[in-house]
């Protein structure tokens, strides 16, 4: 095996250890703490794909944004008391038969992949697609709009936690 098998293991195991630990414990913040290494563990996936626009993207925007915007609001709005109530309802092994059949289904066509035939790209030579999106996201035109309504609703939400958590002595 090759070290970057390895690291593949090992940091798959360490994703959907988090993974499973974010739908399982019971205490909101160290959830939301499990969905921060989650989410880290499949920016190193992405490092092991040499796509490193997506690594960075995924640490800025779901580590460094939305996962620590919901920890703040955690915090912010005392909800940090463990549920008391059952973790599962009565439906959970309809939903562990399907998850183990998408499972079943995912390897049957990952046991395939090597025979399909890998397609030469379709961009002309020269062609930037980086640099595409980069103008896409800033240009008026195209993407600036729903980035900056999206920053507006995140500050919203952080200054409603504010309120919400503020003490009105």
């Known amino acids: 095996m090759s070290p970057i098998q390895i690291i593949f293991i090992l940091v798959s195991a360490i994703t959907l250890g988090s993974a499973l630990m974010v739908v ?3 205490n909101m913040v160290r959830a939301a703490l ?3 290494l989650s989410l880290f563990g ?3 996936h992405f490092v092991l794909l040499e796509v490193g ?3 960075v993207a995924q640490v800025i925007i779901y580590i460094g944004a939305i996962a620590i915007l919901m920890i703040f609001a955690i915090m912010l709005t005392r909800r940090i008391a463990q549920d008391p109530g059952p973790q599962t309802n009565s439906t959970w092994p309809i939903a562990a038969i399907l ?3 998408i ?3 995912i390897v049957f066509l990952v046991q395939g992949w090597e025979k399909a035939a890998i397609q030469p790209s379709p961009f002309p030579a020269g062609y930037d697609p980086l640099r595409e999106l980069g103008v896409a996201l800033v240009s008026a035109n ?3 709009i729903p980035f900056e309504i999206a920053s507006i609703l995140l500050l919203a939400a952080l200054i409603g936690a504010i309120i919400i958590a503020w003490d009105k002595k």
Do not use: C, K, P
């Open 53 to 55: 626009f997506f690594a």
């Open 103 to 105: 499972f079943g289904l």
């Open 42 to 44: 499949i920016a190193i």
């Open 142 to 144: 195209q993407y600036l």
């Open 99 to 101: 998850a183990l059949g």
């Open 34 to 36: 499990w969905l921060v």
């Open 24 to 26: 399982t414990t019971r």
